[in-house]
């Protein structure tokens, strides 16, 4: 609301007392405009932002030495393009970790020191599913593959609760190398379905490929959906001993 009342006052003396505008001291102005400059010029502020993040460094020298060379208003919407342009590399990381369950039935996130999986594995799938994330999504899961078929166990549970915003490249994504893994003999579970995924899922008629009996929608009960698709898929290799136990899932 400042600015608008300055924007007001300036055009009532611009309209009103123009022939008086040309007494004021060009001097005066021009240390008006120094300070005005001055004041723009955050130092601590800049050097937060050069300690905290490299990323953040890079975008704010990129926007200064636009503003030198083209222009302020333009080097604004420089700084906006660059900063989009480094953003989605960073935001299509997907992340993918092995889960496993212990000998005391809690699942977590696999150690270095842990036994190889027996007659299940379980994948936990991180990141923003859009199709910048679309080529890491389906070498992520090839690889879970190739690992499980070496390890030779033909049931996976992929755990799908920490994705988001899912676009129509990375659902075809997922439904290209799931039938893939179909027709090479595997069983693949999906654990933690988020309601945005679950209505492409349905839209797309992911159910005449993959029966609805491996779909497990995250619920808000202490019986998690990853707990249920492990079960399952016990049930489904006929384990007992595993079937049989308690599994709890560790945070």
Known sequence: ????????????????????????????LAGLLIVA?????????????????????????????????????????????????????????????????????????????????????IYDLEGELFFGAAPDLEQHLHDA??????????????RVKRVRDPDAVSFERLEHVLQQAQQQGFTVLLAGIRPDLLRGMERLHFEAWLPKERWFVEEDTPFSSTLKAVRHAYDLLGMEREKDAAVYYLV
């Open 37 to 121: 400059a001055a004041r723009l010029i955050d130092v601590e502020r800049m050097r937060y932002i050069v300690r905290a993040s490299t990323y953040d460094a890079l975008l704010m020298f990129a926007t200064l030495i636009a503003t030198f060379v083209v222009g302020v208003e333009f080097s604004i919407m420089f700084g906006v393009v660059v900063s989009a342009l480094l953003f989605i590399p960073r935001a299509a990381k997907l992340k993918i970790r092995e889960l496993i369950v212990t000998e005391e039935r809690v699942v977590r996130e696999r150690a270095p020191e842990d036994p190889p999986a027996r007659g299940v594995v």
């Open 145 to 158: 593959l190739h690992a499980a078929r070496k390890q030779k166990i033909t049931h996976v549970v992929l």
């Open 1 to 28: 609301m400042s600015g608008v009342f300055t924007a007001a006052i300036v055009a009532l003396i611009v309209l009103v007392f123009a022939p008086l505008t040309r007494f004021i001291p060009k001097a005066a």
